[in-house]
């Protein structure tokens, strides 16, 4: 299981490093970015409406991009843990995809910060060559000897976004928007910073490093050992108090209902009588799956307000 954000100033590498973690740890690496413009390739309706803003340097929507985000989530390669990379963007965002992930009992475990100093950036992004078909990032200073993708064979092109005044503005909003979750996930003690230069490897073997389940001294004594595990502290501090009780509840209903399934499951394989039971316990399962849905349109309902009023004040 895990469940991880990327952090980092664009061009610090979060693509890059969420892929190869997406190897090695068999959980999908999930890039807002690679979302929006796979909707502007196909040019959907989301896709025609996020263009300008990417193109400009600028976010998109958070309506639109939690939208894409909360779909890709509840896919099923994501039910074992995710790489998030470049969401989330801003404060809302971030708000927005913990009562997410609170309301279906599956809280972040780790935020990686990639630290990589302006300059450094700058250059990485305006070297930077993309497979048209994969995603797989490359530097000009080492393309592959064919010229296309290593990985697929797919073209290699310049995201429209990384020329030169382009890329300013990107960093700007990072500046402003993004640098202050990095304050945001220190106090929620899951942010772990990881120095993002020198060879591609070193960086991820930091990166796993980082991952690695904390030194001895943060580890609870025996006693306290199955209400430790469960790490209640970030979610506590993340929660409202008030809506502890809802979350709570709808998380021992969840794992009630799923242990329910299983066990009149099992019954009903032997005994066609259990039918009924089953039907009972598939309601219930509904039921919650509607909560859940109702919770998380909740959240986007106030992001979008969130975001509506910020774009006012400006
Ligand atoms: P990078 O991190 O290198 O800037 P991304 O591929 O993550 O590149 O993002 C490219 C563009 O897509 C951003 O400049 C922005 O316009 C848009 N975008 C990506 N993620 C988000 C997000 N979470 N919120 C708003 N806009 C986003």
Known sequence: MMRIVLLGAPGSGKGTQAQRLQAKFGVPQISSGDLLRDAVKRQTELGMKAKAAMEAGQLVSDEIVLGLIRERLSQ???????????????????????????DVGQPLEAVLLLDVKPAAVIARLASRRVCKSCSKVFSVSALPASGNCDNCGGELYQRSDDKEDVIAKRLEVYQSQTKPLIDHYKQLGLLRVVKGEGALDQITAR???????????????????????KKPAVVAVETAPAKQPVKKAAKKKAAKTKAAVKTVAAKSAKKPAAKKSVKKVKKSAKKLKKQVKKSTKKVEKKATKQAKKAKKKK
């Open 207 to 229: 990166m796993e490093a980082a991952l690695a389940p904390p030194k001895p001294k943060a580890e609870p004594k025996p006693k306290a050992a199955p209400k430790a595990e």
């Open 76 to 102: 099923p390669d994501a039910a074992n843990g995710f790489i998030l990379d470049g969401f989330p963007r801003n404060s809302e965002q971030a708000t927005a995809l913990s009562s997410l992930l609170n």
